[in-house]
């Protein structure tokens, strides 16, 4: 890799566009990524229960779900999960359970790849221009 490139090494619970071993560029600090070099053809799912869900066995069937399908995945608190799905896995049925959920209103979920990444640096401690 060359200097200011790293490849992704967790799985972006925020960020559109970007997925598990994308290679990226980073801002000249190396704090921020400013472009997608090279994809690394995975995708990412996300999925957010409401609180209710964690009455129900959601987590539970997620999570055997993801063991027996191989999939990597990483949680934020209880309720919100975000998932690898690399080239030629199958992750049809964890696709089948979030649109169930969704569909019973337990939950929300998304692709990560349904918008393209975009860099965008918001100075939160500058206010902003009139105007814009």
């Not at 994809?39 to 996300?46: K, L, N, Q, T, Y």
């Amino acid at each position: 890799m060359s200097e200011g490139t790293h490849e992704v090494r967790c799985i972006p619970f925020i960020v559109y566009g970007v997925a598990l071993l994308d290679l990226v560029k980073l801002d000249p600090d190396g704090r921020l990524v400013e472009e997608v070099i090279r994809p690394s053809g995975r995708r990412v799912m996300r999925m957010l229960s409401i609180p209710s869900a964690m009455e129900t066995d959601l987590k539970e069937e997620l999570n055997s779900l993801l063991r027996n399908g191989n999939l990597l995945h990483e949680w934020n608190g209880d309720r919100n999960a975000a998932i690898d799905v690399p080239p030629g896995a199958n992750g049809d049925e964890v696709v089948r359970l979030a649109a169930e959920a969704e569909r019973k209103e337990l939950a929300y979920w998304e692709w990560a790849d349904v918008k393209p990444f975009a860099f965008e640096y918001i100075d939160l401690r500058k206010p902003e221009p009139e105007g814009r």
